[in-house]
């Protein structure tokens, strides 16, 4: 029999729908996890299909969403900053654990691995935390943004280019950036931890993989990914080892709970 596939949809933090797909295996499963995308991609993004099937496959199901203005969900995403793309992730555990089970496990790319830092301390049953090519806080977004736009007044809405598509933001986005302290989050996380990073990213530098890894306690793993490109795309190889590695360290820890 194949795994359960539906697609699914519950409100977000500004009150607008917000689209997920929801994977589980056909057994009931011993874990669920949360994906969480990279700033203004999608729950579609290929590596994410690699991630969850490698995880399906391990009796872990998945929910993966678009965060408010991006895919499938409502809104504009000029109006959301990261603040509210860390209340739609938590409003992602609020509807997983009522309707399915607890989170147990968050995975996130790219800014979605530093959200799911910042946000773990607010969804308790979220057992272990991983990410994939994440900054290590706010201020690598914040320095991307005003490199294209300037000095932007919050109300202010321009065009930025991110890898190849234009995104239209507002100067409230930055603003908010500044109000957050990733690494401080890390210190405070007291589960266990994969990071993932390729030292081939010409994205977000692996030095924010090691100032992640140096600011988290044990248990904690780092697996290098040389080659790699930082959305996973160029190689389906990169994809599949990601998935593959998660998917066995997930068994141990979230599925075990150990």
């Not at 609020?94 to 773990?120: C, I, K, N, Q, W």
């Not at 943004?145 to 100067?171: C, F, N, S, W, Y």
Request: proline share 6%.
């Amino acid at each position: 029999m194949l795994p359960r596939r539906e697609r699914v949809q519950f409100a977000g933090s500004q009150g607008h729908p917000i689209a997920g797909r929801l994977d589980r295996p056909v057994e009931e499963p011993l874990a669920y996890a949360i994906l969480a995308h990279c700033f203004t991609c999608t729950k579609d993004l290929k590596p994410f299909t690699w991630i969850t099937r490698e995880l399906v496959d391990r009796r872990i199901g998945v929910l993966r969403f678009d965060f408010t203005g991006l895919g499938e969900s409502g809104g504009d995403f000029a109006d959301t900053n990261f603040t509210s793309n860390l209340a739609d992730l938590v409003r992602a555990a609020d509807f997983l654990r009522e309707r399915y089970g607890p989170p147990a496990m968050l995975v996130g790319h790219s800014l979605g691995g530093t959200a799911v830092l910042a946000t773990a301390g607010q969804i308790p049953d979220a057992r272990v935390v991983a990410t994939i090519a994440a900054p290590s806080g706010t201020a690598h977004i914040k320095e991307f943004v005003t490199r294209q736009v300037g000095e932007l007044p919050p109300d202010r809405a321009a065009q930025i280019d991110v890898m190849g598509r234009p995104v239209r933001i507002k100067g409230q986005l930055v603003a908010d950036l500044a109000r957050h302290d990733v690494l401080q989050d890390v210190r405070r996380l007291g589960r266990p931890l994969v990071v993932f990073h390729s030292p081939d990213d010409n994205v977000v530098d692996i030095v924010h993989a090691e100032r992640i890894f140096a600011a988290a306690g044990h248990p904690k793993s780092f697996v290098a990914l040389p080659g790699a490109d930082h959305l996973l795309l160029e190689r389906d190889d990169d994809a599949r080892f990601v998935a593959e590695v998660l998917a066995t360290w997930a068994r141990r820890y979230a599925a075990n709970g150990e």
